[in-house]
Nanobody
Framework: QVQPVESGGGSVQVGGSLRLSCPTS????????MGWFRQAPGKEREAVAT????????YYRDSVKGRFTISQDNGKNSLFLQMNSLKPEDTGMYYC??????????????????????WGPGTQVTVSS
């Protein structure tokens, strides 16, 4: 199965910034909902931010609101996650995922459960103090 491949991860200090990228074409037809998910060591995977590709409606988990911005560049066929004011608790493997379902809490849960969606292999983000 063709996957999106994330890029842009790395190691930064507290307060630093990173920008993650993910392609939006070449692996799924009619993507409706795309997003970024993360998994910290010893913790469950969680949704960080999603965007409805047609309406542009965004979702952010509370802990990243005001610090992270999800965006899509249709001209470059890319999805981005701009992460500012990074904290140690932001450390984890970050995944890009897409589905043909409309973004909602239920769809995010199904994506996390592995029922729907196409996932990338992930990119590591490490924030050190």
């Amino acid at each position: 199965q063709v996957q999106p491949v994330e890029s842009g991860g790395g190691s930064v200090q507290v307060g630093g910034s990173l920008r993650l990228s993910c392609p939006t074409s070449g692996y799924m037809y009619r993507i409706t909902c795309m997003g970024w998910f993360r998994q910290a060591p010893g913790k469950e995977r969680e949704a960080v931010a999603t965007v409805s590709t047609s309406s542009g409606t965004t979702y952010y988990r509370d802990s990243v609101k005001g610090r992270f911005t999800i965006s899509q560049d249709n001209g470059k066929n890319s999805l981005f996650l701009q992460m500012n004011s990074l904290k140690p608790e932001d450390t984890g493997m970050y995944y890009c995922a897409s589905t043909r379902d409309v973004c909602s809490d239920y769809v995010r849960e199904r994506m996390l459960a592995g029922d729907i969606g196409v996932w990338g292999p992930g990119t590591q983000v490490t924030v050190s103090s």
